[in-house]
C-alpha cells in the first residue's frame, strides 16, 4: 500500500515530471538552431511521459480496488487519462520524429545545395553576373 508520507513524494514527482513537459513544449522552439540539445530534450521528455504512465499504473495497483480485483472499476474511472496519456505518448513520440527528421532533411538540403552552388567559378572570379548583382545590391 502507498504510505500517505510516500504519496507526498510520488507526487511531488508526477509534477515535476509534467513540469518538464511543460516545459519542453513551451521552450524546445528556441533550440531550432541547436538540434542535437533538441533531440536530447525530446528524448527525455518522452522518457518523462513514459514514467508518469508507469507512476498512475504503479499507483493504480496499489490501491485496495485493484488487489480486490476490481479492475474494471479502476478503469472506467480513469479511462480518460489512460486513454489520453497513451495517445499524448505517441502523438508526442511521432510529433519529435517528424520535427528531428524534417529539419535533418532541410538541413541535409540546403547545406549540400550551398556546398554545390560554392563550387561555382562565378564566385571566384569578376564576371558579368556579379557585375550586375553589385550594381543591383548598390542601387
Request: some cysteine; overall charge positive.
Amino acid at each position: 500500500m502507498l504510505q500517505p508520507s510516500n504519496y507526498s513524494l510520488v507526487l511531488f514527482l508526477q509534477f515535476l515530471l509534467l513540469s518538464y513537459d511543460l516545459f519542453v513544449n513551451s521552450f524546445s522552439e528556441l533550440l531550432r538552431t541547436a538540434p542535437a540539445v533538441q533531440l536530447v530534450l525530446f528524448i527525455i521528455q518522452d522518457i518523462a511521459i513514459v514514467f508518469n504512465v508507469i507512476i498512475i499504473f504503479l499507483m493504480f495497483f496499489n490501491t485496495y480496488v485493484f488487489q480486490a480485483g476490481l479492475v474494471n472499476l479502476l478503469f472506467h474511472k480513469f479511462k480518460g487519462t489512460i486513454l489520453l496519456s497513451a495517445a499524448y505518448l505517441v502523438l508526442s513520440i511521432s510529433f519529435h520524429v517528424w520535427i528531428m527528421r524534417l529539419a535533418a532533411v532541410l538541413y541535409c538540403y540546403f547545406y549540400k545545395r550551398t556546398a554545390v552552388h560554392l563550387g561555382d567559378p562565378l564566385f571566384y572570379q569578376d564576371s558579368l553576373w556579379l557585375r550586375k548583382e553589385f550594381a543591383h545590391f548598390r542601387g
